[in-house]
C-alpha cells in the first residue's frame, strides 16, 4: 500500500514514534528543516504516536487508527517543558484524509463479520460503495462463483474491470473476475475505491485492495460452524399450501483461525482454514428407449401413425425412374441379428422409462431421475508469517489456496455413461519487503503471485472405447478417453453424457512492485515500478473420444424423397443398425 500516513510538524529535529498495539512494532523517523516528515506502508491498525525534542513536553496521541490504503495527516504541536512530561491527546475525532482526491469505501472487519452474507463471501460487501451496481444473476454470491462479485459496473464503467488486490498485489483471474476469495475471518479490512486519481491505482474503473490479517503478540482465534438441513428447514408457505413436501438441502460450513507471536515483538503468524459444502437433490427428465425399443420392436409407434414405419436400408433398389425404393422392416421391427453388438453394449448404461409425469404419446420425457444431487465442496485456506528484523526493516509473506468441485450428478442418469463435474483451484503467494534508509526515505518491494484453474471433467474420464465392442485399435489412438458422445438429435433420447466437451484453462500473473517514498521540504515525492507478466492457456478435449450421431436419414420409404421418420424412433433405429449419420474423432 501506499504511505499510510503523513505527520506535519512546527518542529524541526523531532523523533517521531509509531508503535503498532498489536505487535508493539515501532516505526521511527525525524522531522526536516520545515518540520514535515512521513510514515510510509504502516500496516493497518491501532497504533500510538510519540514526538519528543530536548526543552519539549513529550507528545502522545493513542488510538490512531490507520486503515488499509490510508494517507492521513495528523498536525502536531509542542509544548515547551521538561521531557519527561508528557502531554497526551485522546477520544479526538477520527483523522481526515486531506492528502489523496482518491475517494472509497472502507469495509472494517465488523462489517465483515456482522452484516449478513450468504455464503459468507466477504466481496459481496463491495456494493456497500456508491456508484457500485450489481449485473450479475442473483444467485451468483458464494464465493466460488467468483463472476458473481466480478460482474460489478462502477460509476458507468464496463462490468469486469476492477482490479483486485490482496495486499497490493494483483488478485484477477485471467477474465479479469477476482481469483483468491478469503473467508471473512481471514480479511483484517478492504478499500473499495471507486475515484482513483493516484498513479498506482491504473488496472481498472475500481480498486478492491484486501488486507489479510497478521499475528500480535496475544493469541487470537475464531471457530464457527453452521448447518442447514432438511430436519431443520421449514417448509415454504406455497409447497405447503400445494401439498407438496420439504425440499432436500444441506448447508454446511465451519471455519477455523487463529493469529500469535513466535518471537515476541518480532515474528508473527497467522493461520486460518474455511469449508463450506451445500448440496440438493435434483429431479430432472429425460427421454429413454424402452425394452422393446432397445431389442428392435418400435411396433407400438405404428398406432400413432405411418410415419414411424422404418425401412431397410439395405433393401434399396433402383427403380429405373430415377427414384430408389426400399421395403418396409415387417412389424417394424429390426430383426436381432440385424442388431450390432457396440449399440447393444450402449444401450445397456439406459435405464428403462418410470413414472415420469408426463410423457408424450411417442415416448419423450418419459424418464424422471429422482436421485440426482448436485454439491459443492469448497475450501479456502491462508497462511502468513511477519518478521520485524529492526524499526528499519520489515518482512511478510504470505500463501492462500482455494479450490472448489461442483459435482453435477443430476444428470447422472445413466450410471457408468454420464454425470460430470467441476473443477476450479487458485493458490496465490507473495513477499513484501520494507526497508527505510534514512528519516526521509522508505523502499517497499513486493512480489505476487497469483494462478488459477478452470476445468470441466466427465465422471467417465479414462472409459475404455474397446468395452463397448469398438476396435481397441481405434481405443488406443484416442488422446483422451470418456464415454464416447452419442448424439440422436433435438426432440429424441437424451444423450448419455452431459459434458460433450471437457476443457481446462489455467491463467497465471506474476507481480513485481517497487515504490519509493521520500520527504522533501514540504513535499512527500514517490516512484515506483508495477510489472505484471499474464500469462493464459486453455483447451478442450470436444470430440476427442469419439462423436457417433444418428439421424435416422437412411430409415425412409418407401422411395429415397420420402421423409424420414420422426427422431424419437429413427435416431435410435441408426444406433441399432450401426448406420450413423457422421461421427468423427478430434484430435486437439
Not at 460509476?155 to 476492477?162: E, F, H, L, V
Not at 457396440?342 to 420425457?365: F, Q, V
Not at 507473495?430 to 484453474?453: E, K, M
Amino acid at each position: 500500500p501506499p504511505p499510510a500516513a503523513t505527520l506535519s510538524m512546527a518542529s524541526a529535529g523531532a523523533t517521531i514514534r509509531a508503535v503498532h498495539a498489536g505487535t508493539n512494532y515501532a516505526t521511527t523517523s525525524e522531522t526536516n528543516a520545515e518540520g514535515n516528515y512521513s510514515l510510509g506502508f504502516l500496516l493497518p491498525g491501532d497504533y500510538t504516536v510519540t514526538a519528543n525534542k530536548p526543552g519539549f513536553k513529550q507528545f502522545e496521541r493513542s488510538g490512531v487508527r490507520i486503515a488499509v490504503n490510508d494517507r492521513l495527516t495528523l498536525n502536531i504541536w509542542l509544548e515547551l517543558g521538561q521531557v519527561n512530561e508528557k502531554m497526551s491527546v485522546q477520544a479526538e475525532a477520527p483523522l481526515l484524509e486531506t492528502t489523496s482526491s482518491s475517494m472509497g469505501t472502507l469495509i472494517d472487519h465488523r462489517r465483515l463479520t456482522e452484516l449478513p452474507l450468504i455464503y459468507g463471501n466477504p466481496m459481496m460487501l463491495q456494493f456497500l460503495a456508491s456508484g457500485t451496481t450489481w449485473n450479475a444473476p442473483l444467485h451468483y454470491q458464494a464465493p466460488w462463483d467468483t463472476s458473481g462479485a466480478s460482474q460489478a459496473s462502477v460509476n458507468g464503467s464496463q462490468k469486469q474491470s476492477i482490479d483486485f488486490q490482496v495486499d497490493g498485489l494483483s488478485n484477477n483471474r485471467k477474465n479479469n473476475n477476482v481469483a483468491y476469495v478469503p473467508s471473512v475471518e481471514f480479511i483484517q479490512e478492504y478499500k473499495v475505491e471507486t475515484i482513483a486519481y493516484d498513479a498506482s491505482q491504473g488496472h481498472g474503473a475500481a480498486w478492491v485492495n484486501a488486507s489479510l490479517k497478521s499475528g500480535s503478540n496475544e493469541l487470537h482465534g475464531s471457530v464457527y460452524y453452521y448447518i442447514q438441513n432438511k430436519n431443520l428447514n421449514a417448509n415454504g408457505f406455497f409447497s405447503n399450501l400445494a401439498g407438496q413436501p420439504k425440499g432436500d438441502f444441506d448447508y454446511k460450513r465451519w471455519q477455523a483461525s487463529a493469529g500469535g507471536r513466535l518471537v515476541k515483538n518480532k515474528t508473527f503468524w497467522f493461520a486460518g482454514v474455511e469449508k463450506i459444502n451445500p448440496g440438493s437433490t435434483t429431479r430432472r427428465i429425460f427421454t429413454v428407449p424402452t425394452p422393446a425399443e432397445k431389442n428392435g420392436d418400435f411396433s407400438a409407434l405404428l398406432a400413432l401413425g405411418s410415419q414411424y414405419q422404418f425401412y431397410d436400408p439395405w433393401t434399396t433398389t433402383d427403380l429405373k425412374n430415377g427414384r430408389f425404393g426400399r421395403t418396409p422392416f415387417v412389424g417394424n421391427v429390426i430383426p436381432q441379428s440385424r442388431i450390432t453388438a457396440i449399440a447393444k453394449n450402449i444401450l445397456k448404461y439406459y435405464p428403462d422409462p418410470n413414472d415420469a409425469p408426463s410423457p408424450t404419446r411417442e415416448g419423450l420425457n418419459n424418464y424422471i431421475y429422482k436421485e440426482g444431487y448436485n454439491s459443492n465442496d469448497y475450501m479456502s485456506s491462508s497462511l502468513r508469517v511477519d518478521h520485524n528484523f529492526s524499526d528499519k526493516n520489515r518482512l511478510f509473506g504470505r500463501f492462500g489456496y482455494a479450490r472448489n468441485t461442483l459435482n453435477e450428478n443430476g444428470y447422472d442418469f445413466a450410471k457408468g455413461a454420464s454425470g460430470g463435474k467441476t473443477n476450479r483451484k487458485t493458490p496465490l503467494a507473495a513477499l513484501d519487503y520494507t526497508h527505510i534508509f534514512d528519516a526521509a526515505t522508505v523502499v517497499n518491494l513486493r512480489y505476487g503471485y497469483t494462478r488459477s484453474y478452470d476445468g470441466t471433467i466427465t465422471v467417465t474420464e479414462g472409459f475404455d472405447l474397446s468395452t463397448l465392442g469398438f476396435p481397441k485399435s481405434l481405443a488406443d489412438q484416442l488422446v483422451y478417453r470418456q464415454f464416447p458422445i452419442i448424439g440422436f438429435g433435438s426432440n429424441s433420447f437424451t444423450t448419455t453424457n452431459n459434458i460433450t466437451s471437457p476443457s481446462y484453462a489455467y491463467g497465471s500473473i506474476n507481480s513485481v512492485i517497487a515504490s519509493v517514498s521520500r520527504t522533501q521540504g514540504r513535499h512527500l515525492l514517490r516512484m515506483g515500478y508495477d510489472y505484471r507478466a499474464s500469462l493464459a492457456t486453455s483447451g478442450n478435449h470436444g470430440g476427442e473420444a469419439g462423436v457417433f450421431n444418428f439421424n435416422g436419414g437412411y430409415m425412409n420409404g418407401p422411395l429415397d424423397n420420402s421423409s424420414t421418420p420422426p427422431l424419437v424412433a429413427s435416431s435410435l433405429g441408426g444406433l441399432l443398425l450401426g448406420l450413423s449419420t457422421n461421427s468423427y474423432v478430434n484430435r486437439n
